[in-house]
C-alpha cells in the first residue's frame, strides 16, 4: 500500500507539475486565434519553440543557459555560505538580532537594479559585478529565512541534551546543526527562487552571454520571439532546479513531522 | 528507608521572579531532603512552583537565597548524574529510536565504552517495548511511546537521580497506568533516587516511598507523608483501603491549597 502510494506519487508530481502549463499553453493558442491580440505581438507557442529549436542547434542558446545557470549557482552559493553562520548567529543572540534586524529589513528591501549604478561604480563591469548582485539577493532572502527558523526551535532539547552530559561543542554540533538543516534547504529555496528572479537585473551589467543577456539584445530587435524563450527558459529552469531540491529535502528531512503529499 | 542516606537537600531555599507588579515569591524558604533510594513526590496545586524545585535540583537555575546541594556540594549546573523527564518529553525528532536511546552514549562525558553501547540499546529497547520501532523517527510514535523513549533515553546514562516533571500528565488513563508499572519495574530492577512533581495524588501515593505536599504560591511544604507500602508493589494495592485512606487525606490536604490558590487568584484579578 505504502510502496504503492510512493510510485504513484512520484508519477503524479511530475504530471501534476505538468499539468498547468498544459492549460497555460492552450490559453496561449486560444488567446492568439482569438484575434484579441494582435498576431505580431503575440508569437505563437509554434514560431517560439522554432526559434527554441534554431537557438540551440545554430544559436547560442546553451551556451547563455550554461553562463546564466553559472552566475545563478554561484551567487546563491555564496550567498549561503554567509547567510547560514549569520543566521546562527542572529537567530541565536538576541542582542545581535534586535542590532541587525532592522537594517537586514532596509537591505532585503532595495530592488536589485536600483543598485547597479552602484555596483558598476566599485566592482566594474566584470563577472564579478553580476555574481555580486545575485549573492545580494540570494544572502537577504536566506539570511531572514534562516533566523526565523531558528527562532522556533525548542529549548527543551537544548535542556535535554545537557541533562544527558552535552557539552556546548555537542549542543551545537548535535542539537543545533541537525534542528536547522529544515531551515537552511527552505532558505536555500527560498534564495534559488529570488536569485532567478534577479538574473536578468544582474545581467544588465554589460553581458554579452546569458538569457538575460539574450532577453535585452532581442528587446533591441524588437525580437519578440526569442524574449519569449528566454523568460520561458528562466522559468523552467528554475522550476527544475526547485523540485531538483524539493526531492533531495524530502530525503534529508524524513524525520520532519510533515503530512506526506 | 528511615535511615537513608541523604543526597539532595534544599536548604532555606526561596526564589523570586522579577514581574511588571514587583518580585514574585514563587518558593519560600522551604527544606526537605532527598535521600538514597527513595522516591520522592511534590504534589500541589499547578503553578505553584514545583517545576522551579525541580530545575534547581537539574541544575538549570540557582534559588534567590538558600543553597540545593547533592552530597554537600552546591548544585551549580545540569548534568549527566541527574537524568530529567520533561513534561513535554523532548524526544530528538531527527534521531531514530535507538539513535534517541544511544545519544548520552555518544557524548564525551559518557563513561559507557563504545563496545557496550550496543548492548545497552538494546536492553532499553526490549525493555521499553521499542524494540519493533528501532528504526523508526519519533513522528510515527504514540504518546506513551516517545514517553517510553524519553525515559530509556535517561536511563540509558545511568544517571543516580531521575527528576521527573509531570512526565504522565499527556497521557491516557491507561497508557498512564502501565507507565506506571513500567517504572515500578525498572526502579525495582536499578534502584534509582526519584524526585517527581505531579499533581495527580493517586500517582504519588502509588509511586513514592515519601510524599510531600506543596502549598499555594510561594511554595511551603504543607506536609511530609511517609508512604508506607513496599516495592515492588502491584497495581491491586489501588484497591486496598489503606491505599484509599491515605489517599484520601493527602487528597483533602492538597484541595486545601487549591482552594488557597484559587483565592489568591480571584483577588489578584480584583487587585
Given amino acids: 500500500m505504502a510502496k504503492g502510494n510512493r510510485r504513484g506519487g512520484m508519477f503524479s508530481d511530475f504530471g501534476w507539475a505538468l499539468l498547468p502549463f498544459v492549460f497555460l499553453l492552450s490559453f496561449w493558442v486560444l488567446l492568439r486565434e482569438s484575434g484579441l491580440i494582435n498576431p505580431t505581438l503575440l508569437p505563437s507557442p509554434l514560431s517560439v519553440f522554432k526559434v527554441f529549436w534554431t537557438n540551440l542547434t545554430q544559436g547560442e542558446l546553451l551556451a547563455n543557459i550554461r553562463m546564466s545557470v553559472q552566475r545563478v549557482v554561484l551567487g546563491l552559493l555564496l550567498g549561503m555560505l554567509v547567510a547560514v553562520p549569520v543566521g546562527f548567529l542572529v537567530g541565536w543572540y538576541k542582542p545581535v538580532r534586535r542590532f541587525v534586524d532592522p537594517l537586514i529589513n532596509f537591505f532585503r528591501a532595495l530592488p536589485p537594479i536600483a543598485l547597479i549604478p552602484l555596483v558598476i561604480v566599485y566592482l566594474g563591469i566584470g563577472e564579478v559585478a553580476k555574481i555580486a548582485i545575485l549573492f545580494y539577493a540570494s544572502f537577504f532572502a536566506a539570511v531572514i529565512v534562516m533566523y526565523e527558523g531558528m527562532t522556533q526551535i525548542s529549548p527543551v532539547y537544548i535542556r535535554v541534551a545537557r541533562t544527558l552530559g552535552a557539552t556546548d561543542f555537542e549542543i551545537f554540533t548535535k542539537v543545533m546543526l541537525p534542528m536547522t538543516v529544515p531551515h537552511m534547504l527552505t532558505a536555500l529555496r527560498v534564495a534559488l527562487g529570488v536569485a532567478w528572479a534577479t538574473l536578468v537585473a544582474s545581467e544588465l551589467v554589460a553581458a554579452q552571454q546569458g538569457l538575460g543577456a539574450m532577453i535585452q539584445n532581442a528587446s533591441a530587435f524588437f525580437d519578440l520571439g526569442t524574449i519569449y524563450l528566454g523568460i520561458i527558459c528562466i522559468g523552467a529552469l528554475a522550476l527544475g532546479m526547485d523540485l531538483l531540491l524539493r526531492r533531495i529535502s524530502k530525503r534529508l528531512v524524513a524525520w520532519q513531522d510533515k503530512v506526506e503529499g | 528507608m528511615d535511615a537513608a542516606r541523604e543526597r539532595i537537600r534544599f536548604q532555606n531555599v526561596s526564589m523570586q521572579f522579577p514581574t511588571a507588579g514587583g518580585p514574585l515569591d514563587v518558593v519560600s524558604d522551604m527544606s526537605f531532603t532527598v535521600g538514597q ?215 483533602g490536604s492538597v484541595m486545601l491549597e487549591y482552594a488557597a490558590q484559587e483565592a489568591q487568584a480571584r483577588s489578584r484579578a480584583q487587585g
Avoid at chain 2, 139 to 155: D, H, I, P, V, W
Avoid at chain 2, 162 to 188: K, N, Y
Fill in chain 2, 37 to 251: 533510594g527513595e522516591f520522592v513526590a511534590l504534589v500541589g496545586p499547578s503553578g505553584c512552583g514545583k517545576t522551579t524545585l525541580m530545575n534547581m535540583a537539574a541544575g538549570f537555575v540557582k534559588p534567590t537565597s538558600g543553597r540545593v546541594t547533592l552530597d554537600g556540594k552546591e548544585i551549580t549546573g545540569p548534568g549527566p548524574d541527574r537524568g530529567v523527564m520533561f513534561q513535554e518529553y523532548g524526544v530528538f525528532p531527527w534521531l531514530t529510536v535507538e539513535q534517541n536511546i544511544a545519544f548520552g552514549l555518544e557524548l564525551k562525558a559518557s563513561k559507557v565504552s563504545p563496545g557496550e553501547r550496543g548492548a545497552i540499546v538494546e536492553r532499553y529497547l526490549k525493555l521499553m517495548g521499542l524494540n519493533d520501532f528501532r528504526k523508526a523517527y519519533p513522528k510515527k510514535l504514540s504518546g506513551g511511546m516517545r514517553q517510553r523513549l524519553a525515559l530509556a533515553r535517561a536511563y540509558a546514562v545511568h544517571p543516580e537521580f531521575v527528576l521527573m516533571d509531570e512526565p504522565f500528565g499527556a497521557l491516557d488513563a491507561q497508557t498512564r497506568s502501565a507507565m506506571h508499572d513500567l517504572l515500578l519495574e525498572i526502579l525495582h530492577a536499578e534502584g534509582k533516587t526519584v524526585m517527581l512533581i505531579t499533581h495527580s495524588v493517586e500517582e504519588a501515593v502509588y509511586l513514592a516511598s515519601k510524599v510531600l505536599v506543596i502549598s499555594a504560591r510561594p511554595s511551603r511544604i504543607r506536609e511530609v507523608i511517609d508512604i508506607p507500602f513496599p516495592y515492588p508493589r502491584q497495581r491491586a494495592l489501588q484497591e486496598t483501603p489503606e491505599f484509599n485512606a491515605l489517599r484520601a487525606r493527602i487528597h
